[in-house]
T-cell receptor, first 114, second 114 residues
Framework: GAGVSQSPSNKVTEKGKDVELRCDPISGHTALYWYRQSLGQGLEFLIYFQGNSAPDKSGLPSDRFSAERTGGSVSTLTIQRTQQEDSAVYLC????????????FGQGTRLTVV | SQKIEQNSEALNIQEGKTATLTCNYTNYSPAYLQWYRQDPGRGPVFLLLIRENEKEKRKERLKVTFDTTLKQSLFHITASQPADSATYLCALDITGAGSYQLTFGKGTKLSVIP
């Protein structure tokens, strides 16, 4: 596609439910990043993929968070048993190679846990 | 561990003046450093990338410098305009291992006053 697409754009969920957030990167981009941004805060690095592999998962806040990427394209971030502190904007970005090339961001998914 | 520090949370300047924003890192110098702009409710947008062997890079009214001795990058906006008001983020690979873990500073919110 023309840009990075994230869905849904907004998600309200009840505490304890599982949610899946989707990211469609720019076609051909091998690197894909997930970040979290709480209100008025900076971007918190969660995980990145190079192809389908995620070499470093240490940024994931807890074992309730997981992510996968299939076919070197679409990625899904799953949060199990959501908590109120998970409420934030989840941003996805992709780049053609990695940190030495510019990253293109999606518009984000605003997650609200009630 | 490597930390990224941006000089202030907020910076107010008069229209027409030059805005200077600072990004400091604490340990090893990254091979690349990037600057992004973020408007409220939107994902960051790439502005400039500078390599460690480049002392300065320019794009229209923007200028970035990279001083590996001071472990600092400066971001300048000349002839600033109210439309330049946004949060500006620097980003780099904090692992120093040439990984793809692109990590962002907390950002500086710039307000250009007419």
């Amino acid at each position: 596609g023309a840009g990075v697409s994230q869905s849904p754009s907004n998600k309200v969920t009840e505490k304890g439910k599982d949610v899946e957030l989707r990211c469609d990167p720019i076609s051909g981009h091998t690197a894909l990043y997930w970040y979290r941004q709480s209100l008025g805060q900076g971007l918190e690095f969660l995980i990145y993929f190079q192809g389908n592999s995620a070499p470093d998962k240490s940024g994931l806040p807890s074992d309730r968070f997981s992510a996968e990427r299939t076919g070197g394209s679409v990625s899904t971030l799953t949060i199990q048993r959501t908590q109120q502190e998970d409420s934030a904007v989840y941003l996805c970005a992709s780049s053609s190679q990695g940190w030495n090339t510019e990253a293109f961001f999606g518009q984000g998914t605003r997650l609200t846990v009630v | 561990s490597q930390k990224i520090e941006q000089n202030s949370e907020a910076l107010n300047i008069q229209e027409g003046k030059t805005a200077t924003l600072t990004c400091n890192y604490t340990n090893y110098s990254p091979a690349y450093l990037q600057w992004y702009r973020q408007d409220p409710g939107r994902g960051p947008v790439f502005l400039l990338l500078i390599r460690e062997n480049e002392k300065e890079k320019r794009k229209e009214r923007l200028k970035v410098t990279f001083d590996t001795t001071l472990k600092q990058s400066l971001f300048h906006i000349t002839a600033s305009q109210p439309a330049d008001s946004a949060t500006y983020l620097c980003a780099l690979d904090i692992t120093g291992a040439g990984s793809y873990q692109l990590t962002f500073g907390k950002g500086t919110k710039l307000s250009v006053i007419p």
